[in-house]
């Protein structure tokens, strides 16, 4: 079950603010006075993290890592794990951190490792960069460098989807052991469904409204067996599709949930054009 807890990877939200408190000294009316350029377009936009170099070592994120920051200063994110919140104060290019609460899931290998770094390289104050889509955050002492590009959002038809954790309600929970990469899923644009439930392939059909997914046709699958862990996840999955699903799309997230709060997400790393 999911925890809440402050987490240091808080900062790399308010680490974007700093950019829109940045600006140039331009003329005005007064001589003798400025007035702050326009502020840098960093708000609205999802941030996907590339790397985070601590100490001189690079790390490379994994899929879903990202964060997005409000126009008023909320921001929100996920460190490829566990999801993060901020509240910040800005002076100049310098932001100041009140860590927000975070959820506190187990992180088996790279991205445990990856959320470690991550809290390590955004504590404290960073300098921001923004050249392009590439936005670059930097610690005072230039050891620790965060960097980060803007990503478009994924479609719901045609993307393939990556299954990465079960839902229950308000809370998520991690995959069995060992099944983690292996159930994908592709929305044709013709309403056909297909992948993988974690051991076997699928094919069905279904119907999508703008709030639901409706399996209207028997789920056909192969028949191999695979590890305990991947036919506890294909079984699971294989149940959840035995009724209407109502799903909420994220930039490049999606979740599915039945009528009793079961459920499960999925992440994203390309979109692709629909099919």
């Not at 297909?194 to 056909?220: E, I, M, S, W, Y």
Request: charged residues 20%; hydrophobic residues 35%; proline residues 6%.
């Amino acid at each position: 079950m999911l925890k809440t807890r402050t987490t240091a990877a808080a900062a790399v939200l308010a680490s974007l603010v700093v950019l829109s408190a940045c600006g140039t000294q331009k003329s005005g009316s007064d001589p003798g006075a400025g007035t702050v350029a326009p502020d840098v377009p960093v708000t609205g936009v999802h941030w996907s993290f590339d790397t985070v170099t601590v100490a001189g070592e690079e790390s490379r994120a994994p899929a879903g890592a990202h964060i997005k920051i409000a126009a008023n200063g909320q921001a929100s994110g996920n460190s490829g794990c566990n999801g993060f919140g901020a509240e910040v104060s800005v002076e100049g290019d310098t932001v100041t951190v009140k860590p927000g609460q975070g959820t506190e899931m187990a992180c088996p290998g790279e991205r445990g490792a990856f959320e470690t770094v991550l809290q390590k390289a955004l504590a404290g104050s960073m300098k921001a960069r923004l050249e392009g889509d590439r936005l670059t955050l930097t610690s005072p002492d230039g050891k620790n460098v965060v960097a980060l590009t803007s990503e478009p959002p994924a479609p719901l038809r045609g993307t393939t989807w990556t299954v990465d954790s079960l839902l229950s309600g308000d809370t998520a929970t991690s995959l069995p052991q060992g099944s983690e990469g292996k159930a994908t899923f592709v929305i044709d644009k013709d309403g056909k469904v297909r992948g993988n439930l974690g051991c076997n392939r699928f094919t069905a059909t279904a119907k999508v409204t703008p709030t639901t997914l409706t399996v209207t046709g028997p789920v056909v699958t192969t028949r191999m067996m695979c590890s305990s862990a991947q036919m506890e996840l294909e079984t699971k999955l294989y149940e959840l599709l035995d009724g209407p699903l109502s799903y909420e799309l994220g930039h490049r997230s999606l979740g599915l949930t039945a009528a009793d709060g079961e459920g499960f997400a999925a992440t994203t790393t390309t979109p692709t054009a629909p099919k």
